[in-house]
């Protein structure tokens, strides 16, 4: 318990660099006009917020998934189609793709999670590409390959969508802030450490394994609908992706750090500027960046930059005595 | 329904099906005695492939002959990745989705690798058999997926005599019971983690230049028969060789069944579809463990 407090008065202490931080965010786009670097800022924030829904479930609870951009693409199409074959508002259509991308999550969640080993995993994988099928042969409803063309997004302006990811991104991860502060997050620790332990101990590890995979995929969904009207555009073999979005996603949080809090934003952060850098040079095989990345973050980096940092700095208060 | 169709239906399943044991034959192996799903395993198919596409083209090597490069290749290939990237992942005792997150990089690299070299366009090989085909009682059925199906049984049955038989091979299965155990009895755990992942990858390749004659490559077609194997080493139950032998032909014929009834494009749905189920009710495998 002393460990605990002596933890969230560290967080107090940290409170002052992420309100700057805060602040720099808000004001930079009425000083800065260049709209290049305002794209890659908001790539950032969507990854980052990303990388935190995912880490949620992979980092906390445990349970990695290679396939979260099943949930990220039904997200995308719940609120296009809702959009272009119901008319629904793009706005509802937000709430609606977080929905759709939790629903989708319960099934598997159910199915697979009371299983250990890399079944889940990898189920989920699975799940995407299947998804990315039906999606595909399915061209009555979903348009097929041709994807969907969104001609009145929710917003026309690059400025617009900076403050929308923004609150989304502070949204997200202050949820999950709230939620790892709750009994169920350390319901989630505890099973990520030892799930024999936690179930000794009473908990439902299958069903808050579950909670854990619906919030997250909840969030995933929200975001597949504002790629969606970020980019107006969406098909199958981008929303469904396996190397360009799921991959990316593990690979945002192993680069920051599995399991921390701050390590998807700083692995988001070395994600886009890396992948946009090397665009110029392997212009088809852009994502050779990532799987080389990969290699070398779990050679070299196995905690990720901010597990590092966080154990160096560990071991400097250790050996100073305190 | 006309029952010769299904019956012609169920054959070619079998057939293709014999291709996908093979291909999970290596995934099941180094499953079972490493513990880890290799994500990269698509992309060696796909470097067997091209090793089998560029011999044919550049000096008409015959498609069953590569078989003899693509073999040593692709073992080569695979234990180089072992020595030098996995083992130290996995001797510094890293997480489990650490090793798998691994195989997915090294994957990503050789996709991306070969989009770089060979560009993203279909290539097949086509010979004087690819689209030959002999009818047995009113079944047709295609020459090269048959010569396939029957290499294929026989490879299986060579890696039966070499696991149960050798030295080599009872101390694969060895590690693969218990790594501990196996290490005090005097058993070089790396060197057999080695050869193991070598031989995952030779089957691999082996099934790549099969493959071949009645398929096209592409870089990306890795993604899919990763996904094509894991569903298979599921099916029959996870590091059973006989396993991935049932798992495959169920898969080959679920495919072929639901290519001809419901939808071509929605085939691999169906094969999805099996697999829930088997996660359902059977968890462990159509077979489970087992000695092979």
């Not at chain 1, 980052?48 to 995308?76: K, R």
């Not at chain 1, 709430?95 to 189920?123: D, E, M, Q, T, W």
Request: aromatic share 14%.
């Amino acid at each position: 318990m002393r460990h605990l407090t002596s933890m969230i008065r560290k967080k107090k202490k940290g409170v002052l660099p992420i309100v700057i931080l805060l602040v720099i965010l808000i004001i930079l786009p009425l000083v800065l006009k260049n709209q290049y670097i305002l794209h890659l800022i908001i790539l950032v924030m969507m990854w980052a917020a990303l990388g935190i829904s995912w880490n949620l479930l992979g980092g906390y609870t445990g349970q990695v998934s290679f396939g979260h951009a099943a949930f990220f693409g039904v997200g995308a199409y719940a609120a296009c189609l809702l959009h272009t074959k119901l008319g629904v508002s793009l706005w509802a259509g937000f709430l609606f793709a977080g929905v759709a991308g939790a629903l989708i999550s319960i099934p598997i969640g159910a199915i697979c999670l009371r299983l250990r080993g890399p079944y889940f995993a990898l189920s989920v994988l699975a799940l995407a590409e299947v998804l990315r099928l039906i999606t595909l042969h399915w061209k009555s409803f979903t348009e097929g390959a041709v994807g969907i063309l969104l001609i009145v997004p929710v917003m026309g302006e690059k400025v617009e969508y900076y403050y929308l990811i923004l609150g989304l991104g502070i949204f997200i991860m202050l949820t999950i802030a709230y939620i790892l502060k709750r009994r169920m997050g350390f319901y989630f620790i505890a099973i990520r450490e030892d799930e024999d332990a936690a179930e000794a101990l009473g908990i439902f590890t299958t069903r808050y394994k579950l909670f854990s995979l619906i919030v997250s995929a909840f969030f995933t969904g929200i975001l597949g609908s504002f790629f969606a009207n970020y980019t107006q555009f969406i098909d199958p073999y981008i929303v469904f992706s396996i190397g360009e979005v799921s991959i990316a996603m593990v690979l945002v949080v192993v680069l920051g750090g599995i399991g921390t809090f701050w390590g998807p934003v700083v692995g988001a952060l070395i994600v886009v500027l890396l992948s946009e850098g090397f665009r110029s040079f392997f212009a088809q095989a852009s994502i050779l960046v990532y799987g080389a990345l990969i290699i070398i973050v779990i050679l070299f980096l196995p905690r990720g930059i901010v597990g590092s940092i966080k154990a160096k700095y560990h071991l400097y208060t250790v050996s100073k005595g305190e | 329904m006309d029952i010769s169709i299904l019956i012609q239906t169920i054959v070619s399943g079998i057939l293709v099906g014999g291709l996908y044991a093979l291909i999970a034959l290596g995934m099941t192996l180094i499953f079972g005695v490493m513990r880890i799903i290799n994500l990269a395993h698509g992309e060696f198919l796909m470097v067997g492939m091209y090793t089998c596409f560029w011999l044919f083209k550049l000096w008409g090597v015959d498609p069953y002959l590569s078989i003899i490069l693509s073999i040593p290749l692709l073992f080569f290939l695979g234990s180089l990745f072992q020595r030098y990237v996995i083992l130290p992942v996995i001797k510094s005792r890293a997480p489990g989705e650490n090793q798998i997150l691994l195989t997915a990089g090294i994957g990503l690299v050789l996709a991306n690798v070969a989009l770089l070299l060979f560009s993203p366009n279909y290539f097949t090989v086509l010979t004087s058999y690819s689209n030959a085909t002999f009818i047995f009682k009113k079944i047709s059925i295609s020459l090269p997926l048959f010569w396939d199906f029957l290499i294929s049984i026989g490879i299986t049955g060579i890696l039966y005599l070499f696991l149960m038989k050798t030295d080599v091979g009872s101390s694969i299965r060895a590690v693969a019971q218990n790594p501990d155990a196996a290490c005090l009895m005097g058993i070089n755990t790396d060197r057999v983690m080695i050869y193991t992942f070598g031989i995952g990858s030779a089957l691999v390749g082996a099934a790549g230049s099969l493959f071949m004659p009645v398929y096209y490559v592409f870089p990306s077609i890795g993604e899919l028969f990763t996904l094509k194997a894991f569903i298979v080493v599921v099916l029959g139950g996870m590091g059973s060789a006989i396993g991935a032998l049932v798992g495959g032909l169920t898969l080959g014929v679920a495919e072929s069944i639901g290519a001809t009834y419901i939808s071509m494009g929605l085939k691999d749905g169906l094969g999805f579809a099996i697999f829930v189920l088997v996660l359902i009710f059977k968890p462990s495998g159509l077979v489970g463990k087992t000695r092979f």
